[in-house]
């Protein structure tokens, strides 16, 4: 597994963003899929996770409502769809596969690690 984060960007308050997932291997991934995002100073966060055919999801309370993670198999790539973006949603956005089907928001259940994408949120 290749995972390779992309869609990051500078956007305003109340704004959105797409960040995209690619599993570069082009192989069908029976993996969860998770985004985490680590701010500067902070430590690194959990943002939302996907289980390997997409039933099952689970959002960080600071993103629920906003943020929706899906997943499309076919394309081998999991998004991250953010809406009414906020100054403190900016951090570099890291997506990770899973060691099994379904994860939660512990990092240590994360096996493949994508580079991140950072996001901008301004005020």
């Known amino acids: 597994v290749q995972l390779q984060a992309s869609g990051g960007g500078f956007v305003q308050a109340g704004g959105s963003l797409r960040l995209s997932c690619a599993n570069s291997r082009r192989t069908s991934s029976n993996n969860a899929v998770g985004w985490f995002r680590q701010a500067p100073g902070r430590e690194r966060e959990f943002v939302a996770t996907i289980s390997w055919n997409g039933g099952i999801t689970s959002y960080a309370d600071s993103v629920k409502g906003r943020f929706t993670i899906s997943r499309d198999r076919a394309k081998n790539t999991v998004y991250l769809q953010m809406d009414s973006l906020k100054p403190d949603d900016t951090a570099v956005y890291y997506c990770?596969?899973?060691?099994?089907?379904?994860?939660?928001?512990?990092?240590?259940?994360?096996?493949?690690w994508g580079q991140g994408t950072q996001v901008t949120v301004s005020s």
């Open positions: 990770a596969a899973a060691y099994g089907s379904v994860a939660g928001e512990s990092a240590n259940s994360y096996r493949y």
